[in-house]
Every structure is written in structure tokens, then in C-alpha cells.
């Protein structure tokens, strides 16, 4: 082989480095020592410790095993951040939804009118409802003056208990629509709030871009 090709491989063996080149770890034991070795030594054992090169150069830092308690809490810490994040993604779909259905201010507060006046509508029925249970039993209130004195027929005992059961019924029913009607009522509210405030908000970012 030519004397000059010869000593160009040589130079070129020593600049590339070793895919091989030493390297230790190293560590600090239970008293805070630093303990190295070619191999990762007993003292590092459960320990966090660093590989380093021959020139002393930190080339990986590893951290210690996690503690069971520890590993609970990193596992808590995760698992509150995924939640976090679920929350997030899901107010962007609900905020997205509500631009998707309303145009306009204009547009929220006709979808509101239009359930209010749905509600309102199924509330006359069922207080037209509780009207006529209340007609009910006054006139069954009227029979049960004829039977003051005598026993009274089995039949009317059992007209007077349903008609008690049924005003009661009926009662019951108003007062679900009065929740449902102030529930429709929040509701809106609380769209429109958001509403104006992602229009606004979207509105102060195109300026601020300009």
C-alpha cells in the first residue's frame, strides 16, 4: 500500500471517534459521595446517576426509580392533567357548537323567546288540568255533605282519594314547569353571555392581528 494512502488512514482512524468510546457512571452514594465505575456501580443502585464520557462530558442523565408514594402522586398529577385537558376540549366543542347555531345576538334571543313560549304552553295545560281537579273535588266535596249523618258508599271514598291524588299530581307538575321555565331562562342567559364574549373575543384578536 502507498506510504501517503497509508499514514491519510491512520490520520482519519484517529479524528473519527470510537462508536465505542469508555464511558462510566457516576452517582452520589447515601453519604453524598461521587462514585463512578465502567459499569454502573452497587452504591448507584436505586439512585439516580449520570453516564459520562471518557472526557467527562455528561452524556444521559438518569433519575431515581420513583418511590411508591411518588409514583402515586406523578399518577394523580396525570391523570388531573387529562382531566384538565377533557375540560378544555370540551368547552372549545360547546363554545364551537354555539357559533355554529347562532348568527347573531338577534338569533339567541329569538331561540330564547321561542322556548319560553313552548314552556308556557304546556304550562297553561297543565294548570287548565289542576283547574279541573280542583272543580272535581269541590263537587265531590258537595256529595260528601249528604253522607254526613250515613256511611259513605265505598265508590265516593274512592273518587274523593283519586281526586286528592290527582290535584296533587297536577301541583306537582306546575312547579316543574316554573323550574323549567327559569331553567330555560339561565340557560339562554348563559349562552348569549358566552356568545357575545367568543364574538368579542374573536373580533378583539382580528384587530390586534391587523
Given amino acids: 500500500m502507498d506510504r501517503h494512502v497509508l499514514l491519510s488512514l491512520l490520520l482519519m482512524t484517529t479524528l473519527v471517534p470510537s462508536a465505542h468510546a469508555a464511558k462510566s457512571y457516576c452517582c452520589s452514594d447515601e453519604r453524598g459521595r461521587q462514585v463512578c465505575g465502567d459499569s454502573l456501580p452497587r452504591?448507584?443502585?436505586g439512585r439516580a446517576y449520570r453516564?459520562?464520557?471518557?472526557?467527562?462530558?455528561?452524556?444521559?442523565?438518569?433519575?431515581?426509580?420513583?418511590?411508591?408514594?411518588?409514583?402515586?402522586?406523578?399518577?394523580?398529577?396525570?391523570?388531573?392533567?387529562?382531566k384538565e385537558e377533557r375540560a378544555a376540549?370540551?368547552?372549545?366543542?360547546?363554545?364551537?357548537?354555539?357559533?355554529?347555531?347562532y348568527s347573531?345576538?338577534?338569533d339567541v334571543d329569538v331561540a330564547r323567546a321561542?322556548?319560553?313560549?313552548?314552556?308556557?304552553?304546556?304550562?297553561?295545560?297543565?294548570q287548565a288540568k289542576y283547574t279541573e281537579a280542583v272543580k272535581r273535588?269541590?263537587?265531590?266535596?258537595?256529595?260528601?255533605?249528604?253522607?254526613?249523618?250515613?256511611?259513605?258508599?265505598?265508590?265516593?271514598?274512592?273518587?274523593?282519594?283519586?281526586?286528592?291524588?290527582?290535584?296533587?299530581?297536577?301541583?306537582?307538575?306546575?312547579e316543574a314547569k316554573r323550574q323549567e321555565t327559569e331553567q330555560v331562562r339561565i340557560r339562554f342567559d348563559d349562552e348569549k353571555k358566552r356568545y357575545l364574549e367568543l364574538i368579542r373575543g374573536g373580533k378583539n384578536a382580528a384587530s390586534s392581528g391587523k
Fill in 104 to 106: 347573531s345576538e338577534k
Fill in 51 to 82: 453516564e459520562v464520557s471518557e472526557r467527562g462530558t455528561t452524556l444521559r442523565q438518569v433519575e431515581a426509580p420513583l418511590t411508591p408514594e411518588q409514583q402515586a402522586q406523578r399518577d394523580a398529577e396525570l391523570a388531573s392533567k387529562k
Fill in 114 to 126: 321561542r322556548a319560553l313560549t313552548d314552556v308556557e304552553s304546556r304550562a297553561k295545560e297543565v
Fill in 137 to 174: 273535588k269541590q263537587k265531590l266535596d258537595g256529595e260528601l255533605e249528604f253522607y254526613k249523618k250515613k256511611p259513605m258508599p265505598p265508590e265516593l271514598t274512592e273518587q274523593i282519594r283519586a281526586s286528592e291524588a290527582e290535584i296533587k299530581a297536577q301541583q306537582n307538575a306546575i
Fill in 89 to 101: 376540549m370540551e368547552e372549545k366543542r360547546k363554545n364551537q357548537a354555539l357559533l355554529n347555531t
Fill in 43 to 45: 452504591e448507584c443502585f
